[in-house]
C-alpha cells in the first residue's frame, strides 16, 4: 500500500541556510530547528504544525521543489533528516562541510570574510602562512551579494595561494548570533587558529569593477516604478506620458507593465477575487523584479489595492537588487466615478460586477507611497510633474533636463568614469595598492588624527534641503553632547538651499526641546559638497537615499557614511568599549543593511504633528549614537538629553 505523499514546505532563504549548516554538521552541537536558546528556526504553516502534531513528517524543498530534508516533532525541538544536498548554484563546489575541510586542510589558519578585501587586509594574510578564507555567505551576514563575495574572495585567494570555503552562516538579528558565529567557525576550524581580518585600508584595486557592480550608482540601478490606485484614478494615463518622457530622453531599457495588458496576457483567466488579484501583483512584482535585477526599467500600473502584496513587490524588487519606487495616485473614488472612463462604476453601483475596488472590494490606501498623486482637476502634465520631481529628488532620474545632468548637480548623470576604472583595475592584483584607489575607510588628511584623540571627530548630517531634518540633527546634537564632548557636528542638503534658515516649524520644535535661539538664529544651510563629505569622520543621513547619494558623490565614503538609524542598530553591534572614530571605523566593516523603517520622514510643511513625530525619531536614535560616539570621559549624553 503506497502511503500518500508528505506535506512540502519551501523555507526562506535564512532557514535553508540554517537547514545547510544543520546538515553539514556546521551547527554542532545543535541539531534542528527550534532547539531551546538556539537562533536556527524554523517557521512552517498552521496546517503542516498540525501534521506534526500528529507525529508526522514534513518535507522541506529548495526553490525548485527538490527535497532537501524532513522535519519532524523531537523533545528538543524539530529533528532534521538529511535527503539531498543542493547540486548547483554559483560556487557550490566551496560550500563544504567540517569533516571535508578538516581533512583537506588541516593545519591551516582560518580567517572568516564578510565584505570585500582591502590591501592593509591582504597584507596582513601574506604573514599569516597557508590561509582558509571562510566566506560567511549566509541571509544577511556578508556586505555585498554572496556571489560577489565569492568571486572577490577567490580573486584574492588565486593571487595569495589560499583556499576558499563558503558557509552559509545567516543573521538571525539575535543575541545568540555571536555565540553561534565561533561555534560555527570552531567546527571547521578546530584547533587550528581563527584570526579575525584588521580594520580599515583602501579597498584593493582589483577588486573596483565587482564593487561597482555590487552597489550601483543610483542611475545605473534598476528601478520599478509602480503606480497604484483606484481605477480611473489615471495610473495609466500618467504611467503612458512618464513612459513618454523616459523615452524621449533615453538610455534606459523600458518595460511596461499595464493592468489591463498584464490581465490580457500574464494573468489571462486570473478574476478579482483577493487571492487572484494577490496573484496578479505577485506576478507583475516577479517580472518587474526580474527587470530591475538586469538593471532595466520597469513600469507598472495595477490597483494593487492591498498593503501586504504591494509591500512583497518592494521586497522582491529590493532582493534583486533593485530600487521600488511606489507612487500612490491618490485620485478620491468620487473623482474616478465621475469620470468613468469605461462606465465600469455605474455597473458597479447596479450590482452587475462583482469586488469592484472601491465600490464593493477594498483599497488600501499605501502608507510607503514615495509620491502622491491627485489628479482631481489638474492636467495630465502638471500631476506628471509632481512624479518627475519626487523622482529626481530621490536621485533615481532626472526628466527634467533633455540630457542626462551633469554628474555633480542633482541627480548625477552616467559617465565615462566606471568604463575607465574597470580598464584600470583589470591589471590584477600585482598593481595593488595604487594610491588613487578607491578608499574604503577615506582616510584622507585630517581624518585619521580623529583616531588618537588628537582632534574632534566630525559628523556630516544630510537630509534633502537642509532646512529641516539635517538641521534638527546638528543643532540637537549639538545641545545633547555639549561643547566638550569630543565631536564637531556640522549639516548640509543633498539639494540644500543656500544660506536659508532652519524650518520655522522645526525651529519652534527645537526651542522647546531646550535648543537656544543663539545656535538658531546662527544656522545656515548649505547644499552638500565633495569636499564636505571628505572632511567628515562620519556622514549620517536622514533617508537611504541621502545615503546613496553622499555614494554617488564620493563612493570611497562607503564605510563612513550611514542613514542615522542604520548607524544607531549597528554600534549595537560592535564591541561595547569602541568610542569615537575607532567605534565609527569598526561599524564601518560591521554595518546593517539599510532598512525602510531606518528612514526619518520629511516633515516639511506637514505641520506641527509630524515635526514632532520626526523629532522623537531622530532624539531616541541620536541618545542611542552619542552615547557610543562621546569618549567615556565626555558628558554623558544619555543624562544631559532630557534637559
Ligand atoms: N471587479 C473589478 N475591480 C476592479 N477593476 C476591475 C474589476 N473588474 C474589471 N476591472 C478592470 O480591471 C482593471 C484592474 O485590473 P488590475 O489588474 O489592475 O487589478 S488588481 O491590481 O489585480 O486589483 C481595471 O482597470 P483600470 O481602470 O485601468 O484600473 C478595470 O478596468
Ligand atoms: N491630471 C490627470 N492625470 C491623469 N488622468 C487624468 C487627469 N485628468 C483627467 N484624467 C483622465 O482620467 C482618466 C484616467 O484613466 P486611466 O489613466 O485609465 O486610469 P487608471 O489606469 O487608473 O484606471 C483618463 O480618462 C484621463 O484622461
Not at 514534513?58 to 532534521?80: F, T, Y
Not at 513618454?244 to 489571462?268: C, F, I, M, W, Y
Not at 496578479?280 to 489595492?305: D, F, K, Q, T, Y
Amino acid at each position: 500500500m503506497s502511503r500518500p505523499p508528505l506535506p512540502q514546505h519551501c523555507p526562506t532563504q535564512r532557514e535553508l541556510d540554517d537547514l545547510e549548516l544543520l546538515t553539514s554538521g556546521a551547527a554542532d552541537p545543535i541539531r534542528g530547528f527550534n532547539e531551546p536558546g538556539s537562533p536556527l528556526t524554523l517557521s512552517l504553516p498552521t496546517e503542516l504544525l498540525t501534521h506534526l502534531d500528529e507525529g508526522d513528517e514534513v518535507e522541506l524543498v529548495d526553490p525548485e521543489g527538490l527535497p532537501l530534508a524532513r522535519v519532524s516533532s523531537a523533545l528538543r525541538g524539530l529533528a532534521v533528516t538529511p535527503l539531498t544536498h543542493a547540486q548547483f548554484g554559483p560556487f557550490r563546489r566551496l560550500y563544504l562541510s567540517p569533516a571535508a575541510v578538516r581533512e583537506q586542510y588541516a593545519g591551516r589558519t582560518f580567517v572568516p570574510v564578510t565584505d570585500l578585501m582591502t590591501d592593509v587586509q591582504v597584507e596582513q594574510l601574506r604573514g599569516l602562512g597557508p590561509v582558509v578564507l571562510v566566506a560567511l555567505v549566509g541571509a544577511g551576514t556578508p556586505a555585498i551579494s554572496p556571489v560577489g563575495l565569492l568571486r572577490a574572495t577567490q580573486r584574492v585567494a588565486d593571487a595569495i595561494g589560499a583556499a576558499v570555503v563558503a558557509v552559509p552562516l545567516a543573521d538571525h538579528a539575535s543575541l545568540a548570533d555571536p555565540a553561534l558565529r565561533i561555534s560555527v567557525l570552531t567546527s571547521y576550524a578546530d584547533t587550528d587558529p581563527v584570526v579575525e581580518l584588521a580594520y580599515g585600508g583602501h579597498l584593493l584595486p582589483a577588486l573596483a569593477d565587482i564593487n561597482e557592480a555590487e552597489r550601483p550608482r543610483r542611475d545605473q540601478q534598476g528601478l520599478v516604478l509602480f503606480f497604484t490606485g483606484l481605477s480611473g484614478s489615471g495610473k495609466s494615463t500618467l504611467a503612458q506620458a512618464l513612459m513618454d518622457r523616459l523615452l524621449e530622453h533615453g538610455g534606459r531599457s523600458l518595460t511596461s507593465l499595464d493592468g489591463d495588458v498584464v490581465r490580457r496576457n500574464l494573468s489571462a483567466g486570473l478574476t478579482f477575487s483577493k487571492e487572484d488579484r494577490e496573484t496578479n501583483i505577485r506576478r507583475i512584482g516577479w517580472v518587474a523584479a526580474e527587470i530591475s535585477r538586469h538593471g532595466g526599467l520597469a513600469v507598472c500600473s495595477p490597483i494593487a489595492p492591498f498593503d501586504d502584496t504591494r509591500r512583497q513587490v518592494r521586497a522582491m524588487v529590493e532582493q534583486a537588487g533593485g530600487a521600488f519606487f511606489l507612487i500612490h495616485v491618490a485620485t478620491p473614488l468620487e473623482e474616478c466615478e465621475r469620470r468613468d472612463r469605461k462606465g465600469l462604476y455605474a455597473k458597479a453601483r447596479r450590482g452587475e460586477i462583482p469586488e469592484f475596488t472601491g465600490i464593493s472590494s477594498p483599497y488600501e490606501e499605501p502608507l510607503d507611497a514615495d509620491v502622491r498623486v491627485d489628479t482631481t482637476g489638474r492636467t495630465i502634465e502638471d500631476a506628471l510633474g509632481d512624479v518627475v520631481a519626487a523622482l529626481r529628488d530621490a536621485g533615481y532620474l532626472d526628466l527634467t533636463t533633455p540630457e542626462p545632468a551633469p554628474a555633480t548637480g542633482g541627480a548625477p548623470a552616467p559617465s565615462l568614469e566606471t568604463t575607465e576604472l574597470s580598464g584600470r583595475v583589470a591589471s590584477g592584483l600585482a598593481a595593488l595598492p595604487a594610491d588613487d584607489s578607491r578608499d574604503v575607510p577615506a582616510p584622507s588628511p585630517g581624518t585619521r588624527a580623529a583616531a588618537d584623540g588628537a582632534r574632534p571627530l566630525r559628523v556630516l548630517f544630510v537630509c534633502t534641503a537642509n532646512i529641516c531634518r539635517s538641521p534638527y540633527m546638528e543643532l540637537r546634537s549639538r545641545a545633547l553632547a555639549g561643547a566638550d564632548g569630543g565631536i564637531e557636528f556640522a549639516s548640509a542638503g543633498t539639494h540644500g538651499f543656500d544660506a536659508h534658515r532652519v524650518d520655522r516649524t522645526m525651529a519652534e520644535v527645537l526651542a522647546e526641546r531646550g535648543v537656544g535661539s543663539d545656535l538658531l538664529s546662527g544656522f545656515a544651510s548649505r547644499p552638500l559638497t565633495e569636499d564636505l563629505i571628505e572632511a567628515a569622520d562620519l556622514v549620517l543621513t536622514a533617508e537611504a537615499a541621502h545615503r546613496q547619494f553622499v555614494l554617488e558623490e564620493v563612493p570611497s565614503a562607503f564605510r563612513k557614511a550611514f542613514t542615522l538609524g542604520q548607524f544607531a542598530e549597528s554600534v549595537e553591534r560592535v564591541d561595547p568599549g569602541l568610542h569615537g572614530a575607532e567605534l565609527v571605523t569598526a561599524v564601518g566593516h560591521r554595518r546593517a543593511g539599510t532598512a525602510e523603517h531606518h528612514d526619518i520622514r520629511d516633515p516639511y510643511r506637514r505641520g506641527k504633528a509630524a515635526a514632532e513625530v520626526s523629532a522623537d525619531q531622530i532624539d531616541a536614535l541620536l541618545q542611542a549614537v552619542l552615547r557610543r560616539l562621546t569618549q567615556p570621559s565626555a558628558p554623558s549624553t544619555a543624562q544631559t538629553g532630557e534637559q
